[in-house]
């Protein structure tokens, strides 16, 4: 059986250890919350700004002329405000790619960089079909 003394260290550990927890865990959210609202939040609202227009069914989408305005052309944006080349209503294939910044190609301006653009380009060569 463990005496009181052994039982005072444990309880004596456990404390200090719930104390450092919860300090870590506060200074982890108050680190996260600084960046999000003091850091992040300003340089996205400077950098989306000319980059999206309004749209009635998606709520903004990719300005078509980003890529003429901005990038030489290298950072394409197709009709639909989608970052490809234009879209193709009579294609045997439609691939849709779903993801995040990733799939995006977040700081890639040239979207034949992407590996969006690779996987379209890669399939077309296997399967000789019409995008």
Request: proline letters at 2%; charged letters at 25%; zero cysteines.
């Amino acid at each position: 059986m463990l005496t009181k003394k052994i039982k005072m260290k444990i309880f004596n550990i456990l404390r200090q250890s719930f104390i450092i927890l919860l300090i870590s865990f506060t200074l982890i959210i108050s680190i996260e919350l600084f960046v999000k609202f003091f850091i992040y939040e300003k340089k996205t609202v400077k950098n989306i700004h000319g980059f999206v227009m309004p749209d009635d069914n998606l709520i903004w989408k990719l300005d078509p002329e980003l890529g003429k305005k901005y990038f030489n052309g290298a950072f394409k944006v197709n009709e639909i405000g989608f970052r490809d080349n234009s879209y193709n209503e009579n294609a045997e294939i439609k691939i849709l790619i779903l993801g995040d910044s990733v799939s995006w190609g977040h700081e890639i301006f040239n979207y034949k960089l992407t590996y969006t653009y690779y996987v379209r380009k890669i399939h077309r060569e296997k399967y000789k079909k019409i995008y």
